[in-house]
């Protein structure tokens, strides 16, 4: 796992010392060596995170003769395949890394070689001979890149932090992505917080003329959910066995320790016990707790590990840290190492896991992806309940709702009883063609309206809706529920999920592997009949049903629990006055992004608990913390 970044300048030579500055700013990333290399009017920089052949590997790599160098970020699981093919093709080798694989595969397929990569990757390959500067990004966008263009250079790297350095990075605000952001908690990708500065999408590739600029954009890959399998239930259950055995079995290709995260929940427990039964060692498995039991998993956790060390090769060797997510300096951390504003509080947590994992490993297996791929979150079973309801007329149902809504106590948490059951009333009262983003929706477009202060005043904005829609009205499923996990696929997994456990985890310089993101494993679980997915009121059945020899009664049936973190009674309690401090007389009011007295009212609302207003107000805070450092 690694660090990349490059420059293409069209007037003059790249700026070596900027590029060293790019590559000092991800040195999280790969603290282990760092390498640079300068061509006419092409320049690129790798940091390295040793984890395949240590003592080789160093990037920028080129083939025999020369001219054609890579800067590589990921993991090719299938490199040892490849590397057999190319050899008896006659290529030589030099080392044992998986980077040096996609070098000779170039040579043989050009571009087309990405379609032959199994991993997870954000990679860069410069063609001296034909002046062409290939990047590309995996197929699920696990692994990030970034970019800009302007009249004389192109720029890239693996984090906005590394773009930064380069003084022709364009600064000016993106209001459309600010006002999609606070809906979203994340900016959608291309689109980042500054105008003219892009993230590459997920499964693309961008082919540039190193000599005049002009660039190719494509897509190279989309799973397809249309063409559904005829296998029986119990046939498929065998096949999603095989297929995630071998996916794991592949991401234990390392040369230093791993590990596995393990919440007590149904994915990483199936992931950890898979290992346990792969490894003939001791799998270190890493669990925190904390002192909230809405938020706490430890029991479960612990449940997890003694199932799985009953038929496990050996016992797990597992860890457990209770910690106090309440650290406003690692949140201001936390905010530039993102680098635009992202607002998933559960990145908090994430971090503190992956810094106790670093303490011991430097891989670790996780169950991401599993939500997206098998339909495991809530919403989706809420949107299928919705529209039953449906053929109650529509003033009928939102009176009904209404009524209800009043019988119930304040929304003082989102996590309460009350808070879930208020949400779902809003939802079932929701025109069917809002409810879905109305459900992931946590800045509503009226509440925005009322904050907004003059620096919106004459953005001309489009619903954030219709980013969401664009993507549905562009997936390949037949059913509208499932319709509903591949605009996921497409936008949360990559840009909320994806984005928080990669910058999570490489500050830790811990590389993480998601064995339910294995491509084919994708392709199968976007060809299983949806109710193999969701069945009757049971989520992510097959999966369930597949492996219910490996998991207890009471981890498989309980409820999802998240990972998150109390933010609505630490803006009630400890971090009250920072919220007031920073809200109030910070540079979001000042600069007129937020109206001080709306903002101030909104504040008093949430802490005397007349409401829940603690998504808004994160989203907020984060955006003033992320003003504080531009300024800075």
Avoid at 122 to 131: G, H, P, V
Avoid at 239 to 263: C, H, I, N, Q
Avoid at 417 to 422: L, N, P, W
Wanted: net charge neutral; hydrophobic share 35%; aromatic share 10%.
């Amino acid at each position: 796992m690694c660090g990349i970044a490059g420059i293409i300048s069209f007037n003059t030579m790249p700026d070596q010392s900027v590029l060293h500055n790019m590559s000092e700013a991800i040195t999280h990333r790969g603290p282990d060596d760092s390498g640079i290399k300068c061509f006419s009017n092409v320049a690129l920089a790798h940091r390295r995170l040793a984890i395949i052949d240590l003592c080789n590997g160093q990037q920028p790599l080129c083939n025999e003769d020369g001219t054609v160098w890579i800067i590589f970020n990921g993991e090719i699981y299938n490199h040892l395949e490849l590397r057999e093919k190319l050899e008896k093709r006659h290529h030589q080798f030099k080392t044992n890394c998986d980077t040096e694989v996609i070098v000779h595969l170039y040579e043989e397929y050009g571009t087309e070689c990405i379609n032959q990569l199994d991993g997870m990757f954000a990679l860069a390959i410069y063609d001296e001979k034909s002046a062409r500067l290939l990047l590309s990004r995996d197929r699920l966008g696990q692994k990030p890149l970034f970019y800009f263009i302007t009249d004389k250079t192109i720029a890239f790297a693996s984090e906005l932090s590394a773009l930064k350095q380069h003084p022709e990075m364009p600064r000016i605000l993106n209001n459309q992505a600010l006002h999609d952001y606070f809906s979203l908690q994340y900016i959608p990708a291309p689109h980042t917080v500054y105008h003219n500065v892009f993230k590459l999408p997920p499964a693309h590739s961008m082919i540039i003329n190193t000599a005049d600029g002009n660039r190719q954009l494509e897509q190279y890959w989309q799973p397809d959910f249309s063409r559904k399998t005829k296998l029986s239930f119990y046939d498929a259950e065998e096949r999603l066995r095989e297929l995630l055995t071998r996916a794991v079995k592949k991401r234990l290709m390392s040369d230093v320790p791993y590990g596995a995260f393990l919440s007590g929940g149904l994915d990483s427990t199936i992931i950890t016990a898979l290992m346990g039964q792969l490894c003939d060692h001791p799998v270190k498995t890493f669990t925190i707790g904390f002192e909230e039991q809405l938020y706490d998993e430890r029991s479960y956790a612990m449940q997890a590990s003694r199932a799985i060390s009953k038929s496990a090769r050996h016992p797990l060797d597992h860890h457990i840290k209770t910690v106090n997510p309440d650290d406003f300096d690692l949140l201001k951390k936390l905010v530039q190492h993102y680098g635009e504003p992202y607002s998933d509080a559960s990145m908090l947590p994430t971090f503190m896991l992956s810094e106790f994992t670093r303490q011991q490993i430097t891989v670790v297996l996780s169950g991401d992806g599993a939500d997206e791929m098998f339909a495991g979150y809530e919403r989706y079973l809420v949107m299928k309940y919705a529209a039953w309801l449906d053929c109650i007329p529509t003033g009928m149902r939102k009176t009904a709702c209404k009524i209800l809504k009043t019988m119930l106590p304040a929304k003082i948490e989102e996590r309460s009883r009350s808070g879930r059951a208020q949400r779902l009333l809003s939802v079932i009262a929701d025109n069917p063609e809002d409810r879905y983003f109305n459900i992931i929706n946590r800045f509503p477009e009226k509440l925005k309206q009322r904050l907004y202060g003059d620096w919106f005043k004459d953005s001309n904005f489009y619903a954030t809706g219709q980013v969401i829609n664009s993507i549905r009205d562009c997936t390949t499923a037949s059913n509208k529920i499932e319709q509903l996990l591949e605009t996921d696929i497409h936008s949360y997994l990559p840009g909320d999920i994806l984005t928080k456990v990669d910058i999570a985890s490489m500050a830790c310089s811990l590389e993480l592997r998601s064995p339910f993101m294995d491509h084919e494993l994708v392709e199968f679980a976007a060809s299983l009949p949806f109710n193999y997915k969701q069945f009757g009121s049971s989520r992510k059945h097959i999966l369930k049903s597949a492996f219910s020899k490996m998991i207890p009664d009471e981890l498989r049936n309980r409820g999802k629990k998240g990972f998150g973190v109390p933010i609505a009674a630490w803006f009630r309690g400890p971090w009250q006055e920072r919220l007031r401090s920073h809200l109030l007389d910070g540079q979001a009011v000042k600069t007129g992004f937020f109206n001080r007295q709306s903002t101030e009212e909104l504040i008093n609302s949430h802490c005397t608990a007349k409401a829940d207003y603690s998504y808004p107000l994160w989203s907020m805070l984060i955006f003033e913390l992320f003003l504080e450092q531009e300024k800075s």
